[in-house]
T-cell receptor, first 115, second 115 residues
């Protein structure tokens, strides 16, 4: 079975500071990993994905994520937070080896960037 | 550049009433999906359609039916609404075949309350 966990419901960070939103996953094979962001009253928007290759993945709006197979983690990072980064962030995983046709989403982490 | 369009944005139903949520995409995508979003539970897949004319159950299909009317449109029907179906519903589409490493494009959601 595949699953994904976001251990923090809420992350607060000061504007200009680095931010990290944590994600860990559980799959039987090699995972496909994704980050999505949701702004108020909007649908989710794709940020980045890891399929294979370089463990550091760069995405939209200056975000990046690091795939760590030994720790089964895929944390989202940004060197310098902006107030406009305040939103709900979702990690998602798919196990292609299991024949799954579904993305499993975490419960979301609300990021608040304080001016 | 509409992307994925959902209607209605808000709906209040009484228990036992029926309704259809409409979704259309203008990106010529093959795959379409219906998710529900509940507090503390992330997004869960209700149904998906890998191509025109095909539909498959997702994680939580009970109480719902779907129709892939054509390549653009994918509707979700609640035949007899229950309070447990109070949720925010998102339609999504993707370019690749469901099960590959495609990214999803989401509509802005339908907030449904069942009294």
């Amino acid at each position: 079975a595949q699953s994904v966990a976001q251990p923090e419901d809420q992350v607060n960070v000061a504007e200009g500071n680095p931010l990290t939103v944590k994600c860990t996953y559980s799959v039987s094979g090699n995972p496909y990993l994704f980050w999505y962001v949701q702004y108020p009253n909007r649908g989710l928007q794709f940020l980045l994905k890891y399929i294979t290759g370089d463990n550091l993945v760069k995405g939209s709006y200056g975000f990046e994520a690091e795939f760590n197979k030994s720790q089964t983690s895929f944390h989202l990072k940004k060197p310098s937070a902006l107030v406009s980064d305040s939103a709900l962030y979702f990690c998602a995983v798919r196990d292609p080896g299991a024949g799954a046709n579904n993305l499993f989403f975490g419960t979301g982490t609300r990021l608040t960037v304080i001016p | 550049n509409a992307g994925v369009t959902q209607t209605p944005k808000f709906q209040v139903l009484k228990t036992g009433q029926s309704m259809t949520l409409q979704c259309a995409q203008d990106m010529n995508h093959n795959s379409m999906y219906w998710y529900r979003q509940d507090p503390g539970m992330g997004l869960r897949l209700i149904y998906y359609s890998a191509s025109e004319g095909t539909t498959d159950k997702g994680e939580v299909p009970n109480g719902y039916n779907v129709s892939r009317l054509n390549k653009r449109e994918f509707s979700l029907r609640l035949e007899s609404a229950a309070p447990s179906q109070t949720s925010v519903y998102f339609c999504a589409s993707s370019d690749g075949w469901v099960g590959t490493n495609e990214k999803l494009f989401f509509g802005s959601g339908t907030q449904l309350s069942v009294l």
